[in-house]
């Protein structure tokens, strides 16, 4: 960490990388966590039509990370260089540093990939309301454009395992709107990285400054 940090930039670490951190833990690293099926139970059951189901289930991915792979701080030094020192499961606290670093990567094309589904999930949300069916279920060609959607979606965000997350929804409609979830809080962190306040180590031995 360096530059001149607020209190919003602490709460960056403490929310939005603790929640990536339990996304990627939960549906994309090679971990188990506590239960798969509390996870799909609530995957399913929630309506996600508002911001209650995104910050359920957030809590929900949280409480399944197991204690020993729980972020805790371990150490924290605030003079430039600073750093936070975390106690984490290192392999997918790495996993979430390269999600980071592809998404600043994509840049414009990512922008243009978020834009174009958030824009067919608007679409979706408009049919039904016109057809006055909430839970209108999706046709064919539109099951296809979802599962289209998040696969393209995905790789900007360096998210691997798809077809995994679609299984655990049971609907790639809601995969989508995982991923744009992810994504908002992606781009929180990279806040970060833009205002030259942190660096997120993309391995367990980041290169020296000095050569």
Known sequence: MDGRWELKDLSVISREFEQCYAFIYCFDAEVSPLSEERIE????????RGGYSYLNIYTVLEGQVRWRDRPRLRSIQYASPGWIELAINADVAIQLAKSISALSAAGAVAVKSYAAAAKALRELNAHRKKKELEHLKLTAEQHKEMMRLSNEHAKHLGFKSVAALIQHTGNPEIALRLLLAHHRRIDEIIRLTIEEKA??????????DES
């Open 199 to 208: 660096q997120f180590p993309t391995s367990l031995h980041p290169p020296s």
């Open 41 to 48: 139970i609530a995957l399913r059951g929630y309506p996600w």
